[in-house]
């Protein structure tokens, strides 16, 4: 299957500082890749859609200013979690379409972020 | 997207096959059923999907009903690394735009 990939894997900052966790559809070019979240114990949860070349779309709840999100090259997405607090301590995943045929999304590994 | 009901939990025995039912009543003509898996601490992982046929891979079989309301995710032989939380998403394909919407899933546990 196709191959996504995240870094890093997980990661322990201070409250306040920012972090930026890298998304990469290995083996295929993704127009589009979606940022989630997930809290222990908890189900996916979406966060934004990343569209190449132009602003990502948030949902509900989500706050731009703080999770930024970039989608510069059709391989690459990053997520800036920015002047992070324990609150945001949580797994993040992002997943890529491989193509709009068959319209699958294909998930990374995930990012564990704890924010102490 | 149509709402799916999936039980919370299952148990089965290694080597057996894994059924796991998943409903969704309300699926509209367009709306194609996906199933994905969790290991824990790691991203899902794409199993399968199908929109009214059928479908086999090298992991599962989807089994769709002919009013389209409710599927089977069938693992023909089970082991102990099937062990995780599967879901049930139907969604409409929308030239990669569409976003998935994630329930509770089963937790399938194959015991030894």
């Known amino acids: 299957g196709a191959v996504v990939s995240q870094h890093p894997s997980r990661v322990i900052c201070k409250s306040g500082t920012s972090v930026k966790i890298e998304c990469r559809s290995l083996?295929?070019?993704?127009?589009?890749m979606f940022w989630y979240r997930q809290f222990p114990k908890q189900s996916l949860m979406l966060m934004a859609t990343?569209?190449?070349?132009?602003?990502?779309?948030?949902e509900q709840g989500v706050e731009k200013d703080k999770f930024l999100i970039n989608h510069a090259s059709l391989t690459l997405s990053t997520l800036t979690v920015t002047s992070a607090h324990p609150e945001d301590s949580s797994f993040y995943i992002c997943?890529?379409?491989?193509?709009?045929?068959?319209?699958?999304?294909?998930f990374g590994p995930g990012t564990r972020l704890t924010v102490l | 997207d149509a709402k799916t009901t999936q039980p919370t939990s299952m148990d089965c025995a290694e080597g057996r096959a894994a059924n796991l039912p998943c409903n969704h009543s309300?699926?509209?003509?367009?709306?194609?059923v996906y199933w994905y898996r969790q290991i824990h601490s790691q991203g899902p992982q794409y199993i399968i999907h199908?929109?009214?046929n059928n479908e086999t891979n090298e992991m599962a079989s989807l089994i769709i009903t002919e009013d389209r309301k409710s599927s089977t995710l069938i693992l023909p032989h089970a082991t102990l690394r099937d062990t995780a939380v599967y879901y049930c998403?139907?969604?409409?394909?929308?030239?990669?735009?569409?976003?998935?919407?994630f329930g509770t899933g089963t937790r399938l546990t194959i015991i030894p």
């Open positions: 997943s890529a379409v491989r193509d709009w045929i068959t319209d699958t999304q294909y």
């Open positions: 083996d295929f070019q993704a127009t589009t």
């Open positions: 990343s569209n190449e070349g132009s602003k990502a779309t948030y």
């Open positions: 309300t699926i509209s003509g367009n709306e194609y």
């Open positions: 199908g929109l009214k």
């Open positions: 998403i139907v969604r409409a394909s929308n030239f990669g735009n569409e976003k998935l919407t």
